[in-house]
């Protein structure tokens, strides 16, 4: 997969249906060639031309032709590598040292002209996959400090095009994931996280086009930083009408200290070239993600039910089991007690920090509640917010130097809460101790992992460096815990969560099972939140509940069956009060929990097509295919029904040519190629909030 030619010192990274070329001039700087469509060795050759001339002296370098822009020389553009030296001097004069490729891997090495600094760069493919990974190791050798102004993971050039599109997601919270596409702004645009966390305002994934790309059609280059920190992408567009971005840990304005002998791994920001629109490039994600960044690739996620909504901070051993019994005759495989089980929490304002079952509510622990629920035919779950404290804790009490300050200055709580400073090795140790315990002490199955507030005063008195180091120390130990606690428990299962869908990304998805998209429930507002977050990540890692009407957040209601089919569209749960529902309602869900069993390989496991987007008036939906076109299923959605509206036909995809797909409800036979070329009439009940379920499964050959 990886080439490398002598005599052009052309390196190619071919992947199935892309190539990737680069080369190292014969000043020592490493330099972009190509990205697109696949060439040869020869071919990438060919690729290399003169250095083009200045224009004029107020020019410089062209900051898109190198593999890393670094800042020095006459270069003008946003930096990926800022370097300052002990001495005060500043930038990275190129020196290759080595290289090492092989199939699937390529390491060039450089050092600095006249300062012991070395700098590798990394790349990766699978044999699988068009997705390129690519990060960055920066490492001192020399006997005095160096400051990392900037270190971004990789910097990603595209060919010149006529147009440049954006697309990106923006949000809040209970409003994650509100897909953007716009044309890409001359100069620089930033997206970034100053929260500490991956945040729920933007998330590490840019998308561009030359403008055109449709959902089926079109060629499109993306990208995703695997990093639940605080995070910075920067798309440049310049006056000669190149594009193209750098990524990596941190915001402006942080640094990273290197002392002698320490090394800087950055985490991967990947990217993938892909013809067939934005649905092709979505998809490639998802493959991606399934086989080589979630733990679990090939297991299915359990139906689960959540209490929170149900009980709010009104947890106790009592009404739990009542829940958990009406969760277990619905088909509920996993069984999770949210916030409120522990210290003294009874609301937001106390007893984070303080993780021992509360007496009155759990008088003989949890042992008895979880006993019940795996009596029950149900895995057991637990929120934790371990990076947490509330100033109103033991915890606090005796260690209030454990959170993020600095000295003299105040501590700003959010959510009555303050954070527990995670770079502390004593603190990751903490939790990784309790945590430990009491997983193994309880038979836990399953974590929820929750961070509800960012950051604020971020800082680390006592230590050197301290609030420049703990960005990417926080991030490190938060995933050391997760892995050692995972390799402690090979069979607990994590959920990621902040307040919602505050922290998705890569990194996380690489060591949880699946993500809590959103605190919105609320079914209509979910489709678009779920259309945001399936531009990249899998419906597989897509937590999605069905909860109570009105919902609490905005008051809506809309029928069972609709949240329901909002919620199989990924990881289904129910996170509503069973001792409310009537018996019809409970019949009802058992039904439709039932038939997502039948379906949810193919949801969690198939290809994703994006019919139609979730609009106002008109008929969206999302078709979900075995990736060997056996099955398929469509979700089919209408809001609000409007006299005068169209119903167009939706063609589905996926499909095997020339096959006969069944209804594996009506027994009704279709064909693939009409089904395909001339589309579906989607029958779905008249009136506002109609949705429909179709599977049709794949006829044997005749
Ligand atoms: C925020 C989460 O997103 C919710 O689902 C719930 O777990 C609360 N925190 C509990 O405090």
Request: glycine content about 16%.
């Given at each position: 997969m990886i080439s490398?030619?002598?005599?052009?010192?052309?390196?190619?990274?071919?992947?199935?249906?892309?190539?990737?070329?680069?080369?190292?001039?014969?000043?020592?700087?490493?330099?972009h060639l190509a990205w697109g469509p696949r060439l040869t060795l020869e071919e990438a050759a060919a690729l290399v031309g003169p250095e083009v001339p200045m224009a004029s002296s107020f020019e410089g370098v062209s900051p898109l032709g190198e593999e890393l822009p670094v800042d020095g020389g006459a270069r003008y553009g946003p930096p990926s590598l800022q370097v300052r030296f002990a001495d005060g001097s500043r930038a990275f004069e190129w020196q290759p040292t080595g290289q090492h490729v092989t199939d699937d891997k390529l390491e060039l090495g450089f050092r600095d002209r006249n300062y012991p600094l070395d700098v590798t760069l990394h790349y990766r493919v699978h044999a699988d996959s068009d997705v390129i990974e690519r990060w960055t190791v920066v490492r001192n050798a020399g006997d005095e400090p160096v400051t990392l102004l900037r270190t971004d993971s990789a910097a990603w050039a595209l060919p010149p095009l006529r147009h440049y599109r954006l697309s990106h997601v923006t949000g809040q919270w209970c409003a994650e994931s509100q897909l953007r596409r716009e044309e890409l702004s001359y100069g620089e645009t930033v997206l970034t996280s100053r929260r500490g966390v991956t945040s729920h305002h933007a998330n590490p994934w840019v998308m561009l086009d030359a403008g055109e790309a449709t959902e089926e059609h079109g060629r499109v280059w993306s990208a995703t930083l695997a990093w639940s920190g605080s995070w910075r992408i920067t798309a440049q567009r310049t006056p000669d009408g190149r594009a193209?971005?750098?990524?990596?840990?941190?915001?402006?304005?942080?640094?990273?200290?290197?002392?002698?002998?320490?090394?800087?791994?950055?985490?991967?920001f990947a990217a993938v070239c892909t013809d067939g629109g934005f649905g092709a490039a979505s998809r490639a994600w998802h493959a991606y993600t399934i086989a080589h960044v979630v733990p679990h690739p090939e297991e299915l996620a359990p139906v689960l039910y959540n209490s929170w909504e149900a009980t709010g901070f009104d947890v106790d051993e009592v009404s739990q089991k009542a829940l958990a019994e009406r969760a277990a005759e619905l088909g509920v495989e996993l069984y999770v007690?949210?916030?409120?089980?522990?210290?003294?929490?009874?609301?937001?304002?106390?007893?984070?920090?303080?993780?021992?079952?509360?007496?009155?509510?759990?008088?003989?622990?949890?042992?008895?509640?979880?006993?019940?629920?795996?009596?029950?035919?149900?895995?057991f779950g637990l929120w934790v917010e371990p990076e947490m404290v509330n100033p109103d804790s033991d915890l606090y009490r005796e260690h209030p130097d454990w959170v993020l300050h600095f000295t003299d200055r105040p501590r700003t709580e959010l959510r009555n809460q303050l954070v527990l400073n995670f770079a502390r090795r004593d603190v990751a140790d903490w939790a990784y101790g309790w945590l430990t315990r009491l997983v193994?002490?309880?038979?836990?199955?399953?974590?929820?992992w929750d961070m509800n507030r960012a950051f604020s005063e971020?800082?680390?008195?006592?230590?050197?460096?301290?609030?420049?180091?703990?960005?990417?120390?926080?991030?490190?130990?938060?995933?050391?815990?997760?892995?050692?606690?995972?390799?402690?428990?090979?069979?607990?299962?994590?959920?990621?969560?902040?307040?919602?869908?505050?922290?998705?990304?890569?990194?996380i998805l690489s060591r949880t099972d699946q993500a809590w998209a959103s605190d919105n429930t609320d079914a209509a507002d979910r489709m678009g939140i779920q259309h945001g977050y399936g531009q990249v990540y899998p419906a597989r890692t897509m937590g999605a509940w069905v909860t109570d009407v009105p919902n609490q957040l905005t008051d809506r209601t809309v029928p069972l069956r609709f949240r329901f089919h909002v919620a199989m569209a990924g990881a289904l749960g129910i996170g509503g009060d069973l001792t409310h529902w009537s018996e019809d309602e409970l019949r009802e869900a058992a039904a439709?929990?039932?038939?997502?069993?039948?379906?949810?390989?193919?949801?969690?496991?198939?290809?994703?097509?994006?019919?139609?987007?979730?609009?106002?008036?008109?008929?969206?939906?999302?078709?979900?295919?075995?990736?060997?076109?056996?099955?398929t299923l469509l979700l089919a959605y209408r809001r609000v029904g409007r006299s005068g509206a169209q119903h167009l036909p939706v063609r589905l995809r996926g499909l095997t040519p020339g096959a006969r797909y069944r209804d594996a409800c009506t027994g009704v036979v279709h064909h693939a190629t009409v089904l395909a070329e001339y589309g579906l009439q989607i029958d779905l009940p008249s009136g506002d909030w109609s949705s429909t379920a179709l599977h049709l499964v794949r006829e044997p050959e005749a």
């Open positions: 490398f030619a002598p005599d052009s010192g052309v390196y190619l990274l071919a992947t199935p249906n892309s190539s990737y070329a680069l080369r190292v001039d014969e000043s020592g700087t490493p330099r193209g971005f750098t990524g990596g840990i941190g915001h402006d304005g942080t640094n990273v200290p290197l002392a002698p002998g320490e090394e800087l791994t950055t985490p991967p007690v949210d916030d409120g089980w522990f210290g003294a929490r009874r609301s937001d304002h106390a007893g984070l920090g303080d993780w021992t079952p509360t007496p009155e509510r759990f008088p003989n622990g949890l042992t008895p509640l979880v006993d019940t629920v795996h009596g029950l035919g149900m895995k193994g002490d309880h038979g836990i199955d399953f974590l929820k971020a800082g680390w008195p006592g230590q050197p460096d301290g609030s420049d180091r703990l960005g990417p120390q926080y991030v490190r130990n938060l995933y050391g815990v997760i892995d050692r606690l995972r390799a402690d428990h090979p069979a607990l299962r994590i959920e990621a969560c902040s307040g919602g869908g505050g922290r998705v990304d890569l990194g439709l929990v039932a038939e997502y069993k039948q379906v949810r390989h193919l949801v969690q496991h198939g290809r994703l097509d994006r019919l139609s987007p979730p609009g106002q008036d008109t008929v969206s939906g999302v078709q979900y295919t075995a990736t060997d076109g056996s099955e």
